[in-house]
């Protein structure tokens, strides 16, 4: 395969239709005759609902229809994909009914000819509630004597789930230190730029369901909104136009969407949802949300040989798709980049009056990293070691890949020192250790701070994953010769429609142009996984590499047969079959692609046509890793925080376009630092979401970030033929422990250990108040 | 924005916007750059029945000069305030605090009158127009009147505006050439308003002494205000380091602060302190 695509920072493909404003979002869609839906949604943490007055509501002006929980029964629970072993599950319906459980939680669907005829009416609902108290508070919410969310269950916890491995005991019985820290994950809003929408038309007469919906996993709607519907299957397409992120928040089933296409159902209308900032803040899922007890054995030499974290995970009110499923990847990537023998992690995952948590960018992973991250440095400041030297005592040798955890896992490759030490590099690390001295007898602050982070892409084997993981592509050649790609991922932000092509074109020898990849629309597109978990272009590009590598396979056949040739001799280049060392007689993929189709003089038993369908299956995941370095100063007047310097080196195996990767790079770490920073869902005791709007919720803009330093290492992943692992929650998981390690360091001389996030000035000056040692 | 309904007016005069706002009363909302009334619509926080544009008053647009002041018409906006050669030149200050209120989106719709009108604790610009001693111009059913910015900022989104009436232009005193100013504040994370805000202008006679000083804050209590007590401190000594650093001391002294979830009442009154010695220090040349 000549290489004209591949490795090139091809410019998104994308970009000038949505830099333009001619993309097409859900809410951008107007069908004839559209109804618009509002939601009356519970203003209390925990209530009993006494009863809904909707008389009002129905005599204004333009209301259609007002539905209720009662009116709503027929459907299906909200679907919870979780296996977890004696998981409580509790029936979520997609309107309250008795009860409510999270502020936002959804009552009433209105139903009218506008918009805001709709919102009007909803206003005019109204809710006899009787308050209950809130369970708010994480700990106590697992306690016995706590209210309880859920009478049917005996307490509010949802689950406990452990992972163990090595010998723990000895760890501890020979350890020369324990260190002894809890940490805290807060609760992060995911604040994707598009909220979610929803458009539900029924045809009657087909008695077919389209749902138009902002989502990542077009195919798994379908079959859940089938099966909450009672709808078959191939009578349910669900199309995703353009997807304005999604962060994990769209990786989910909402009772929203199976409700608007049962009011399509009933009303024989097409009806239309779209999100307000306010729903999205309190009614999309939330992500972390963890508090945990840390354990650690080390050795005076800085090895770490046993970790025990005990955690209780804030699921929220209910279950939604991977809710329970999100703690234990914290689990699994525990010990991080390092070889540590001996590991146990304990969730406790416990309801409380919040909406409910799930996956969001890297979903238990920066977690996982965080801990460890700040267990480094914990046994740099303990052993008063440098924290470079902590982590490369603990990092097992590039001869060591593939490498077995102790949590199970087994790590594709490796080379975890090479990141470091570019990244040592190109920050200068030894300087600002020499400048951090000179401005602490000056009285001021500088912290340096390391992440050196391994995570878990590429989800998943299926026997991993809830709902299958591998991924589907269809290569169609067309009969202009023209080529269609059709790929089971939905990319919504991640740019496969150019990284795709760029495969394709290198693959078939074509331009760029003359591909097409198409996605998100169940009835174009074979079934598929969608996009999470940084695994569309480890599983859904290896798809689609696998999908040409069987359509080549075929027109070698037809090859042979038009040139006259052995099968053998048949070689493909430049976009032409021909025979080895005959130039002269060859034949293009357009004029195949004419030949296959007009079928007049095929081989006998040729299947006319020439498209192949492949569906990947990867063996194992993939586990990228890097380096991120991030050099702070205090300011010792307001605690604020100052980024001097940020390095990333990253190693996400092969790149297919440097851009891409870059630009997920930077995204993740604006992400990671957001929560480093200044993210926080706050509820109050009551169960209000304090930061229920932008005014409240700080999302970090580009005058909050520095200039990131990229740089990468590349460790090809054995684990596809592309040797590519997946980039879309690196910068995330990375940096986010980096910022912190950063400004403990610099807080070392007040005698701090630990700081929880987010690290907000008054946080930071309030710990410089003390004098400093 | 999905509001409740409203009747929407679009008068071309002053005059016309008054009356307008008289017969509908206390339904009545005047939109300005629509930087506060319409999140509060779009919240149903504020459901006015009657939204009043401005938009389309020439008159309110006008930044003109007169007997050694300015007259910055109401809806001004914070970028044109920002970006005027003049107000640069000789009203800094003024500058100094549009350039840093919330974003370029904000700052090319929001106006001056709007966010003065909206008494907001925690805007910019009260700080500002504190220390400048600015007159505000207000027409109402009675006419035309005057009030000070001392007496105009009355408590929590109260202003001593009358109903019905329109704050018109700003009056803002040219400054001399030498007098420094500074703003200087602390962001609230996430919506970019003032924690707290410190204006500052400072004059220094030929010996180095100060001989004219004004700081205003805002932010820290329910309206902004002046730190006269640091103010009285500081006029006549050196301007220095240590002189400064000492006068902004306890400026919050004696006001009812409050704390959120994005600062406690503690934090509030120490960077109250910080902020009026940075204003001050920047006014003085002493630092940037």
């Known amino acids: 395969m000549a290489q004209q695509y591949i490795g090139q920072s091809v410019k998104r493909t994308e970009d000038p239709r949505l830099i333009t404003g001619l993309g097409h979002y859900v809410d951008d869609m107007k069908l004839h005759d559209m109804h618009y839906v509002a939601f009356v949604r519970s203003i209390h943490g925990h209530a009993r609902i006494r009863s809904v007055d909707i008389s009002a509501a129905l005599q204004m002006p333009g209301v259609v229809r007002i539905f209720t929980g009662e009116d709503c029964r027929s459907i299906g629970s909200i679907p919870c994909a979780g296996?977890?072993?004696?998981?409580?599950?509790?029936?979520?319906?997609?309107?309250?009914?008795?009860?409510?459980?999270?502020?936002?939680?959804?009552?009433?669907?209105?139903?009218?000819?506008?918009?805001?005829?709709?919102?009007?009416?909803?206003?005019?609902?109204?809710?006899d509630y009787q308050s209950l108290p809130a369970v708010v508070?994480?700990?106590?919410?697992?306690?016995?004597?706590?209210?309880?969310?859920?009478?049917?269950?005996?307490?509010?916890?949802?689950?406990?789930?452990?992972?163990?491995?090595?010998?723990?005991?000895?760890?501890?019985?020979?350890?020369?230190?324990?260190?002894?820290?809890?940490?805290?994950?807060?609760?992060?809003?995911?604040?994707?730029?598009?909220?979610?929408?929803?458009?539900?038309?029924?045809?009657?007469?087909?008695?077919?369901?389209?749902?138009?919906?902002?989502?990542?996993?077009?195919?798994?709607?379908?079959?859940?909104?089938?099966?909450?519907?009672?709808?078959?299957?191939?009578?349910?397409?669900?199309?995703?136009?353009?997807?304005?992120?999604?962060?994990?928040?769209?990786?989910?089933?909402?009772?929203?969407?199976?409700?608007?296409?049962?009011?399509?159902?009933?009303?024989?209308?097409?009806?239309?949802?779209?999100?307000?900032?306010?729903?999205n803040f309190a009614a999309t899922i939330h992500g972390r949300g963890q508090i945990g007890d840390l354990e650690v054995a080390i050795k005076k030499d800085g090895r770490v040989t046993g970790i025990r974290y005990k955690v209780w995970a804030d699921l929220g009110a209910y279950h939604q798709l991977l809710t329970p499923a999100i703690p234990t990847l914290t689990g699994l990537m525990l010990t991080g980049s390092y070889r540590i023998p001996a590991a146990r992690m304990d969730v406790t995952g416990v309801f409380t009056n919040k909406m409910a948590t799930d996956a969001y960018r890297g979903a238990g992973r920066p977690e996982a990293t965080y801990v460890i991250e700040r267990v480094m440095d914990l046994v740099a400041q303990e052993l008063s070691m440098d924290p470079v030297d902590v982590r490369r005592v603990n990092f097992p040798a590039k001869k060591d890949f593939p490498f077995a955890t102790a949590t199970g896992l087994t790590y594709d490759s490796g080379n975890y020192d090479a990141p470091l030490k570019k990244a040592l590099k190109l920050a200068e690390y030894k300087k600002w250790r020499r400048e951090q001295q000179k401005a602490r007898k000056k009285g001021r602050y500088i912290g340096i701070g390391l992440s050196t982070y391994v995570e878990i892409c590429a989800m998943g084997p299926s026997p991993a994953m809830p709902a299958g993981g591998w991924e589907s592509a269809t290569v169609r050649i067309e009969p202009t010769g023209k080529v269609t790609v059709l790929t089971g991922a939905s990319p919504h932000g991640q740019g496969q429609e150019t990284s795709f092509a760029q495969i394709a074109a290198d693959m078939l020898g074509v331009t760029i142009e003359d591909i097409r990849v198409l996605h998100g629309d169940t009835g174009v597109v074979q079934y598929g996984i969608g996009t999470f978990g940084s695994r569309a272009t480890a599983v859904g590009g290896t798809a689609v590499y696998r999908a040409i590598e069987k359509l080549l396979q075929k027109g070698t056949l037809l090859a042979a047969h038009l040139l006259q040739a052995p099968k053998k001799e048949i070689q493909f280049e430049g976009g032409k079959f021909s025979i080895k060392g005959d130039a002269s007689k060859s034949i293009s993929l357009q004029e195949m692609a004419l030949a296959s189709y007009t079928a007049k003089n095929l081989p006998v038993n040729f299947e006319p046509g020439l498209s192949s369908t492949y569906y990947f299956e990867p063996k194992n995941f993939t586990f990228p890793f890097g380096t991120h370095i991030c050099v702070v100063e205090l300011d010792g007047d307001t605690g604020e925080i100052k980024i001097l310097k940020y390095v990333a080196v990253d190693d996400c195996g092969k790149v297919i376009n440097p851009l891409l990767v870059d630009g997920q790079i930077h995204g993740g770490i604006a992400q990671g630092l957001g929560q480093a920073l200044m993210e926080e869902a706050v509820y109050d005791e009551s169960g209000q979401l304090i930061t229920g709007?932008?005014?409240?919720?700080?999302?970090?803009?580009?005058?909050?970030?520095?200039?990131?330093?990229?740089d990468r290492t590349v460790t090809p992943s054995p684990v596809n033929p592309l040797g590519v692992k997946g980039v879309g929650e690196a910068g995330t998981i990375g940096s986010t422990p980096a910022l912190v390690n950063a400004v403990v360091d610099a807080l070392q001389p007040f005698g701090v250990k630990h700081i929880d996030m987010p690290l907000r000035p008054e946080k930071i000056w309030k710990l410089l108040q003390k004098e400093a040692q | 924005m999905i509001p409740e309904s409203f009747e929407y007016f679009a008068p071309t005069s002053v005059q016309e916007a008054v009356s307008l706002a008289q017969r509908h009363g206390e339904e009545a909302k005047f939109l300005s750059g629509g930087h506060s009334l319409l999140p509060m619509m779009k919240l149903r926080l504020a459901t006015p029945k009657f939204v009043i544009d401005l938009g389309g008053i020439r008159e309110l647009t006008q930044i003109t000069e007169e007997g050694g002041k300015f007259r910055i018409g109401a809806l001004v906006n914070h970028h044109t305030l920002e970006s005027s050669e003049k107000i640069r030149g000789r009203c800094r200050l003024l500058a100094q605090t549009a350039a840093q209120i919330g974003d370029p989106q904000v700052r090319n719709c929001g106006t001056l009158g709007g966010s003065v009108s909206h008494a907001d604790p925690a805007a910019d610009y009260p700080a500002a127009l504190l220390a400048l001693e600015v007159e505000m111009e207000v027409e109402g059913p009675g006419g035309r009147r005057r009030i000070s910015a001392a007496d105009f900022f009355v408590d929590l989104f109260t202003s001593a505006l009358k109903p019905s009436e329109l704050l018109v232009a700003v009056h803002v005193p040219v400054l001399e050439s030498n007098v420094g100013s500074a703003y200087k504040k602390l962001r609230q994370q996430a919506s970019g308003f003032a924690i707290v805000g410190a204006a500052a202008i400072v004059a220094k006679d030929e010996g180095g002494k100060c001989q004219r000083v004004a700081i205003g804050i805002t932010g820290v209590g329910p309206k902004a205000f002046r730190a006269t007590a640091a103010e009285k401190a500081l006029l006549g000594k050196s301007l220095t380091e240590k002189n400064i650093e000492k006068a902004c001391h306890q400026i919050a002294s004696g006001i009812d602060v409050q704390g959120d979830i994005h600062a406690s009442s503690d934090y509030r009154r120490a960077m109250a302190d910080v902020f009026a010695r940075r204003a001050v220090l920047a006014a003085a040349g002493l630092s940037q």
């Open chain 1, 83 to 127: 296996a977890l072993e004696g998981l409580k599950v509790p029936a979520h319906p997609v309107l309250a009914l008795e009860k409510v459980r999270y502020v936002g939680e959804p009552i009433v669907a209105v139903v009218a000819t506008s918009l805001y005829l709709a919102r009007d009416a909803a206003e005019a609902v109204t809710v």
């Open chain 1, 137 to 279: 508070d994480l700990e106590r919410a697992a306690s016995a004597d706590s209210p309880r969310i859920h009478e049917e269950f005996s307490d509010n916890i949802a689950y406990t789930w452990a992972l163990t491995g090595g010998d723990l005991d000895q760890a501890f019985k020979e350890a020369d230190k324990v260190i002894k820290q809890r940490m805290v994950h807060q609760r992060l809003i995911p604040v994707a730029m598009e909220p979610r929408a929803v458009i539900a038309r029924f045809l009657p007469g087909e008695h077919e369901l389209t749902l138009w919906s902002s989502t990542q996993i077009p195919h798994l709607m379908r079959t859940q909104v089938a099966i909450m519907l009672g709808l078959a299957e191939n009578h349910v397409r669900v199309i995703t136009p353009e997807v304005g992120g999604g962060f994990g928040s769209k990786l989910n089933v909402y009772g929203e969407e199976a409700a608007l296409g049962f009011i399509s159902m009933q009303l024989h209308k097409p009806v239309k949802w779209a999100e307000t900032r306010r729903e």
């Open chain 1, 693 to 710: 709007t932008l005014m409240d919720y700080a999302i970090p803009r580009a005058n909050d970030l520095p200039w990131f330093e990229l």
